[in-house]
């Protein structure tokens, strides 16, 4: 029995396979489909990831923004089919795989650092570039 569910979570984790690599610090836009009588449109609800669980199928990651100077905090299944699109918007660095103590802070020691990113591949095209000019 349990290799039977085992094997419909793989083939539902697999068909799911643009959920791009994010984890906590990360600021996040996702859109959820929301069903309103027989209408159907797309909530977007852009927040910092302050936690992600990695349950296989069951994984899950919780998105915090301020709304009207209240903070709001969502648990969003990962592989749910309600969810229609995550996107990255912005890289946070951090040290923390949880970062629950951003409920207790306001304003400026809330914020996270931007993670810049800087790949060998990119210096290498640069003086690619620059020995073609020449």
Request: proline letters at 2%; charged letters at 35%.
């Amino acid at each position: 029995m349990s290799n039977l569910i085992q094997t419909i979570e793989k083939e539902q984790m697999q068909s799911k396979k643009d959920i791009p690599d994010f984890r906590a610090g990360d600021t996040v836009a996702v859109k959820i489909k929301v069903k309103e009588g027989t209408r159907e449109r797309l909530q977007s609800f852009e927040g910092v990831v302050i936690a992600r669980r990695n349950r296989g199928f069951n994984s899950a990651f919780t998105v915090r923004k301020i709304s009207h100077g209240e903070g709001v905090e969502r648990v969003f299944p990962l592989y749910s089919p309600l969810t229609a699109s995550i996107e990255i918007k912005r890289r946070g660095d951090v040290r923390k795989a949880k970062l629950y103590h951003l409920r207790n802070l306001r304003g400026k020691a809330a914020r996270i650092k931007e993670k810049l990113i800087t790949t060998m591949q990119t210096s290498k095209e640069e003086v690619s570039n620059n020995n073609s000019i020449e």
